[in-house]
């Protein structure tokens, strides 16, 4: 599964949602019921995505719905909808700040918990290795806010990147990187994306059909990273047809998280043909 | 608030509820949406209980609500549903195994988990010290499930006992003891009920209105017992103006755990007056 | 996989194994390095293993060894045997209390850890956890020394005995009870593993080949057990196929630990045809 | 509580006691008892503060003392002394490394522990959530000689910064900026001040008169955080009298949390009234 | 260090402690500050024990103060005392629930835990390995109390005795069985002891001279057990000088754990003559 | 024992390890069985180690092996070759996860474990506080290729020198600054000491013999360290003798992480005296 871009969509606006399914090209689309969705049309947006998206063609997208903070009454309308929501295969969870496997377990769905919150950075562990967890990423305008400060004293932050890739692939999940608001400006977009790959971040998070193809494009693989997948592809399926989980290739220990690595690295040349 | 008796009574009956609420006199109410309802009554269970539960008078009962694991999708309608009833107290949540307090911060009620899972055991510190939690109970004949082992193996286990009796009491939390199944078998409830008040436990939940009245009698206070919660009470209270969290009462560490206890014996004597 | 009867055969001890291979019926065999070899002959029983286990016929047993404590130099020497032997399956640990899975990484074989220090006590939740740990026991003879206590005072504690059963439980694991030394007392051996099965232990085990018999009767399922298996079996494959990893069957949550424990049942009664 | 300035005065100094009392307007002072005083003044400074704190009018200052490190003699003595002192309101306990809560039960004066040691650092989350507690600060200079290094090192760094005010963000109680040592810049102090704010600082600790009001300017909210809290306080006030715990304010979720920064704010405005 | 019995002797009461240096022959002397001291002799108490114990000989006996309840002003008035007193060499803590450390490093003085509360059950891990802890015990009348619970149904307690055993070994300290209040008892008292010897307990806390004398006998070596701990300090010592922190005797690890048993046993033969 | 300098050598290159032990002055040399030996000659540098190390004079040095991760099966090996070899006092453990302290009992040999992993940061302080562990240091290259990201991005991570040197100082052992890979750039090696020294390191790893001389300089005490060394060394012994473990020396808390600090300092004065 690729995550290089995963775009935002308004749970109430239909004509986006028809246009992220059926005109854009990002790996994920999350459909939002959170923050881009007012109070009083939570009930609406419900309403339609239950209809609306069973009907469209995703096209091998990842359909993820974001649903409200499990500290709301928002957050129980919103699974007792999802789960009934066929081709949703991930539900983004915000705020997050503790086990969320009871939702993996009652909906049968993937998790991708965002933190955002003081505690969330402290909890993170206990986040990503949820069961059912597969991709973690963050916001920082909340995370701000949480702690009393500004959002242009933590953009920069190191403490949060930090973190947050390292919980991801210590646990063998994705770490997408999070939203660049200023949608006008594509080159400090791309330069964000950039940032963020050298980080080991897989892909970010969008808001902007303009913002996807540049994702998509600087989270792509190099030639470089595809003979080196290839590489520990079969050396490792190999190593698992003999019975071993961890082996030795040129001196350096391959498991099985670099062999998720390597695939996802193929997947994509598979895919883009 | 006394929990000498928390009387459960399935949620698709409508009858015993209005008799719960206008004929018993147990200390809680907990109308079932888990067990006792089958699969296919839980929505009707869910529309009758939205209905009754705020045009019955339910007289200082504390009325809770038994909903289902929320590790099933009924949760999530359950819990929909009973946020908005306004006479509901607290939620009992069944196959509790980690941290609640999103459920008391989403619905501004009160949390009373129950532990019957191998895991729950095993976290049960984390599970009673969730915020909103005020009492905690526990179920055997689950717990044996859990385990793969028989009821009758599980019931004498003083392990689980003396953990949830600890557990509760170390956050300041109300012990509750477990179901007595056998309701035909009034003078083993007693015994029952004595066995659980000599480990500290405030109280048993029950099944049938025959068991209300036991339970009441075995853990009201007795005359020694509301003698010392007077003493305690008057010298913490002065002990709080005179701006201590703790004194030494007779050479006794004498806090906010001890007043709490001596209070609620001092909450009966004024109901019961 | 089965582990009725586990049967400890001493790793320098060739007629003894052989026997286990080829006229026993134990479901798992465990050679052992660690105290049933005199450390003089520690190296020649690794020398005999390495030849004589691939040339043997282990007609579907679970093959073990048993290595000598991490805490002991024999242990590495013990690895750099096993994890060289094709047939074997499973690496049995003693005196465990610490994370276990980089063994199963180097190895690629399955973990049983045995609880058996006053620390595993303590630890045994990220014993159990480990990855590649399938089954875990625990030995009271060891606990006793490792506490200063007598065997005889140790034997019927309970603590122990919760605990190891809640961990494996808590984590989908085999909970495997404990050698019963006194090989002439067949009817105190079959009260033994009763009373084990009935607080959820899967099997026990043994030390000589009369034990293997008794213990394969008492844990094999009762009909009963087979039927509950065969619906649980059936309900939660159609959950999956549904897309769903835990469903509600007869107001009963059924997941994928109850679907581990019926799938073994039922292999069960295909393996004994 | 507004804790934009907290003035430190070494204990064993009547008169700048005096003015700190009468003349100056921190919103706390800390009366030092610990690195301000030499060893052999230690018990002088104790009387003297015994005496003269209670004569002294606070008028409205939150007075704090700090005591010596638990882990030296001087500690028992400075609390046996401080617990008797009245006024007193909060006592500052230096590199805090565990949970402070029994000196809040012992004293029944608030907690505000300073990290300043490499342990510190690891087991923040321990002191901040110790009963009682209700600021936090820190100490460069202790935590770079703590782990052997230099001061302008450590100056800089952000993982102190982030994980202090995240830890306390995270359980609801104050950040405060550390000591800014060079009295005589002024204009430093003013930046220093502003990008504490900018990262959820609430205030800081300040050690000379002329810093005070520097640190009440920078600390005080504007005008816009003011029409921000009314919003916050009237409505979760009403959420609260709804039965109701964290709402969702334009989309956002409203708690505890954004209750007591918005309290804080208001205070300031009706105490400068 | 011999802790076969430890002798409580109240702290105002010169003639008792006058007794138990000079006349008595427990392992332990604790003088006690806490219970047995009424508040309005607190003070006379501490003046007694800093003139009175300098000028005794205690003649080999570990002379221990218990201090009133961290959660008391008492505590550092008397921790304010004892670390002048040079002969003290232990201090025990009652409610003991979190790390003791801090205490060590102040007074230089061995700490003795109690666990006699259910947090302090809870916590006993983090009690028992606070650096400077070389015994632990236990009061189950304060427990009962603690969860509002009878005497009677706590002392049986397996739970409770399991984890202070296994807590205590596991960090290598010394486990201490509680009082036994009957003191006319005196072979009640003996089956005491013999049941708390075969749990692992090294000795025993007692309250009147006839307790001292049983106590000591009982958990004083066998024969066997002497021969026994010829042999581990012999290999021990042997394996130490050979640079080897852990050896295998017979089949059997022994380290550090096994040697200060050893040790313990051959250092009463010793003194014993 | 001073760490200034810890030379790797590659365990296969008899030559270098000649040179290392014979003509080189690092404080420590670290023989290589990992990233540095080809998986094909794992074997002959064991073999060539085990006969070579015993028969150099290694003069005063630390002699340590880096042996394979515990995830390989090389490790095993490893360890088993390690562990009869005399000279060796400490083994280094690359990619460091978890509880070492097991490998410290097989061995008696001390252990120097390397944060590289992201697992390993997020665990770092169950790595540093195995029993055994005398040293950390880690590695920014593997670590880099764990969370999937660059080299270039990760080498001025401040979080990663933040951690390991605060757990490093936390449990009082020595942290190590990583290699730099540069061997052409002498200037800039001093630099990187130098940033090293005023963060805390006492040493760092070095790979070629021109860095042995810088690192050595850059990382040895000053006048006025030894001075201060001097001071503390004189005060803690006295105050051990007084029966104290912690002082307060003009005012400042000393205890055994000072005074090992200081003692470090005396023995470089003293070797090189
Ligand atoms: C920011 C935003 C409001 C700007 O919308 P806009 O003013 O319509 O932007 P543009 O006019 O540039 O849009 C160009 C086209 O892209 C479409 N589009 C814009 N954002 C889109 C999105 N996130 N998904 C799908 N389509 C989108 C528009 O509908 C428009 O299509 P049309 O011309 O066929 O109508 C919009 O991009 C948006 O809603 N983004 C997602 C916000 C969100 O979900 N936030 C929550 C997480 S932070
Ligand atoms: C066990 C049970 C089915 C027996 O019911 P029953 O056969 O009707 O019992 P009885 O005939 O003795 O009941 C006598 C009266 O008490 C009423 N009653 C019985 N249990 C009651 C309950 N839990 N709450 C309220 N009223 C109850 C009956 O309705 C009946 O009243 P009625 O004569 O006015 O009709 C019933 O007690 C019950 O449902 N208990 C609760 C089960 C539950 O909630 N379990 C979940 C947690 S384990
Ligand atoms: C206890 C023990 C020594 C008794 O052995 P024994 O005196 O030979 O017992 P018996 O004479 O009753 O044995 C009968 C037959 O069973 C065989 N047998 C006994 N224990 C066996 C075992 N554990 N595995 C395989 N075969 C076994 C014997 O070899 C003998 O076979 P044979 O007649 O063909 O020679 C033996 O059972 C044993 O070694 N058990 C395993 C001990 C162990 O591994 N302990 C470590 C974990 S606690
Ligand atoms: C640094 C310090 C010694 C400088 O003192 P100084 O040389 O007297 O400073 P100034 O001459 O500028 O002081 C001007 C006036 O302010 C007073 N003053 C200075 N610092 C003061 C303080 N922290 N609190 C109250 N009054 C103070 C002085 O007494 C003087 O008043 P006066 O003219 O009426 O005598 C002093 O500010 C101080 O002690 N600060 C607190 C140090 C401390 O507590 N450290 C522990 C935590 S890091
Ligand atoms: C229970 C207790 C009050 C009984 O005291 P008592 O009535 O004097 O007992 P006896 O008359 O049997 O005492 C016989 C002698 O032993 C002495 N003695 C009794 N308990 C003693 C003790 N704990 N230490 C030293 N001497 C003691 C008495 O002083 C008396 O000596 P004397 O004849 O020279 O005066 C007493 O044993 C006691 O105080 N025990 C300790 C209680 C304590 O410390 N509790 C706190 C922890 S639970
Ligand atoms: C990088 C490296 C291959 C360069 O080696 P090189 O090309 O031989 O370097 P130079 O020619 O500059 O060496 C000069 C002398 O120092 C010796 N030398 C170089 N590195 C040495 C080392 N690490 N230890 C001991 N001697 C070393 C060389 O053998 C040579 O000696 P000689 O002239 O007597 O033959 C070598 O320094 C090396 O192997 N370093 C250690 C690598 C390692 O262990 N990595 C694992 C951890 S990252
Ligand atoms: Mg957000
Ligand atoms: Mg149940
Ligand atoms: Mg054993
Ligand atoms: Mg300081
Ligand atoms: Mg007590
Ligand atoms: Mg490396």
Redesign the interface.
């Known amino acids: 599964m690729l995550r290089r871009s995963q775009l935002f969509v308004p749970g109430n606006n239909e004509r986006m949602i028809r246009k992220a399914a059926l005109e854009l090209r990002p790996d994920s689309v999350i459909i939002d019921l959170?923050?881009a969705?007012?109070?009083d049309e939570k009930e609406t947006a419900r309403k339609l995505i239950r209809e609306l998206l069973p009907q469209l063609d995703w096209d091998g997208k990842e359909l993820c719905v974001r649903v409200?903070?499990?500290?709301?009454?928002?957050?129980?309308?919103d699974?007792?909808t999802v789960?009934r929501i066929?081709p949703v295969k991930c539900i983004v969870i915000p705020?997050a700040e503790?086990?969320l496997?009871?939702v993996?377990?009652?909906?049968?769905r993937e998790i991708e918990p965002l933190i955002e919150?003081?505690?969330g950075?402290?909890r993170i562990?206990d986040v990503v290795r949820s069961e059912?967890v597969t991709a973690v990423s963050y916001g920082i305008a909340d995370f701000?806010?949480?702690?009393?400060?500004?959002l242009?004293?933590?953009e920069p932050?190191?403490?949060?990147k930090?973190?947050v890739?390292?919980?991801?692939?210590?646990y063998g999940i994705d770490?997408i990187d999070r939203v660049y608001f200023d949608i006008k400006n594509l080159e400090g977009f791309r330069m964000d994306c950039m940032?963020a790959?050298?980080?080991?971040f897989?892909g970010k998070q969008v808001i902007h059909p303009s913002q996807v193809l540049v994702a998509n494009d600087v989270f792509s693989p190099s030639e470089e990273e595809v003979n080196w997948a290839r590489r520990i592809v079969e050396a490792y399926e190999k190593a698992v047809r003999d019975?071993?989980?961890?082996?030795?290739l040129?001196?350096?220990?391959v498991?099985y998280?670099h062999y998720k690595?390597a695939k996802r690295v193929l997947e994509f040349v598979r895919q883009s043909g």
């Open positions: 959170e923050d969705v007012p109070v409200n903070d499990p500290r709301t009454p928002f957050f129980y309308a699974i007792d789960y066929d705020k503790f086990d496997g009871f993996y377990k009652a909906t049968g919150t003081a505690k950075l402290l562990e059912g701000a806010l949480s702690v009393g400060g500004s242009k004293a933590y932050n190191q403490v949060i930090t973190f890739v390292s919980a991801a692939r210590a770490p940032e790959k050298s980080l080991g897989v019975g071993r989980g961890a082996i030795n040129d001196g350096q220990l498991d998280v690595l």
